[in-house]
Every structure is written in structure tokens, then in C-alpha cells.
């Protein structure tokens, strides 16, 4: 089963500073129907204005991982980690028994980033921060795992989460498609960048999203030249 999430349908948050687009319903902003899967809570399409966003506030079992899309954000905590993420940067907060931290667009052109939270399989344990990057040439045609919550991924050189779920993208060229496996759990939710996609043989414009449950299979074929972010969800015995 695959339901299309069209971007114009998510909930929006607009602020002289912010402009948002929430996947998941948050509070009281969103569709009621746009529930979270599983672990999956937020996943919110994000833009900063230049010299703008969020200053020293407090998270708690949570985990967060951030792809910067465009531009750059700087991030700081209350545990001594500073550091500028330029567009193909990601990045994991582990919240656990409390952090605070500050996100900033400091540069001089707007900020686009996808935030994507979920919900950590025990709450606590000592908070912590990671990042990497993803370069369009390493994902070129594949999908490769940013952040997870499997041991073997981490390995691998996916920044850990302390979670269900894997975070991964592609960026996929025109015409191109992928097969993607989905775990026993059998649910994953897809969000194009800026291309259009057929995911199942639904038809997804930029920046939409489809939640799949239900298949241990999907093919995603790119109609334009785009990434493509996905959410998978993990056996919970892992």
C-alpha cells in the first residue's frame, strides 16, 4: 500500500525567518490522517532565512538527524560541540537524558534541510552529537544509509541513531530505477528533493511524500534528475 502525501497537502509553519512543510502532523499543525510511523514522529522540509533560526533551546529522548539540502547551518550545544554543516552535511543528536542546542543559518543565502526526528528505543543515556557528509557522486544511481539504528550500518559508516529505523538517499538520474528491499517491519517513508518520481506507480511531484507499508519490495524510478531521502524502518529484535 503506498499513500501519496502531495507537498501542498502538509501542514505549514510561516514565520518572518521560517518556512516550513510538516510530512507528519505536529501538535495541532497538519492533516489528522498524517500520522507518525512508528518510531517516525517529524520530518519536517525546512527553510532559513539568511542570519536567522533557532537559538540555545532543550531537547530530551530524542533522536534527530538533519540533511542540509542548500546553503549551511551551524549547529551548537551545551556539551562543547560547534560546527558549520554545508549543503550534503548530515547530522544525528542523540538527546537522551537532556541537551540543549542552537541552529543557525548564518550565511548570507537561505537554508533548506530536511529535520527528521524519531522516537529512541529506551529513553536516557548520556546525549551525543555526529556528523558526516554525503557526496552526490558516492550516491550517484544508489541508495547509501546516512544515519541507523543497525549495529552493521554503523560499521559500515552510517552515524548511529539509537532507533528502529535507517535514514538513507540517492540521487537518482532520469529514467533511472531502484529497487528497494524493505525490512520485516515493512514500512518506509519517501520524499523527493526536486525531481519527480514514480514510486509503485504513484506519481510524486518535488518535495512530496509516500508512506509505503505492507511490501517487502518497491521500485522508485526517477521522471526528472533528483535525491530522494527515505525513512526504513528496522526489525525491532535487531
Known sequence: ???????????????????????????????????????LVVWNDDEFAPHSGFGLHPHRDIEIVTWVRAGA????DDTGNRARLVAESVQAMHAGTGIHHAERNDEDVPA??????????????????????????????????????????????????DADARVRIATLREGTTAHVALEVAQ??????????????????????????????EVSVTALDDTDVVVVQLLDERR
Open 187 to 216: 514500512a518506509a517513508y519517501f520524499v523527493s528533493d526536486h525531481g519527480r518520481l514514480d514510486i509503485g506507480g504513484i506519481r510524486l511531484e518535488p518535495r512530496d511524500g509516500a508512506l509505503v507499508t505492507g511490501e517487502s
Open 112 to 161: 533548506r534541510l530536511f529535520q527528521i526526528w524519531l522516537q529512541p528505543r529506551a529513553p536516557g543515556g548520556a546525549p551525543s552529537w555526529t556528523t558526516g557528509s554525503c557526496s552526490p557522486a558516492r550516491r550517484d544511481g544508489r541508495f547509501v544509509t546516512l544515519a541507523s539504528g543497525d549495529p552493521a550500518d554503523v560499521r559500515a559508516g552510517a552515524l548511529p541513531i
Open 1 to 39: 500500500m503506498i499513500e501519496h502525501r502531495p507537498f501542498t497537502s502538509l501542514g505549514a509553519l510561516s514565520t518572518d525567518w521560517l518556512k516550513a512543510r510538516l510530512h507528519f502532523r505536529v501538535g495541532n499543525i497538519g492533516q489528522l490522517a498524517h500520522r507518525p510511523m512508528g518510531p
Open 73 to 76: 547551518i551551524t549547529h551548537e
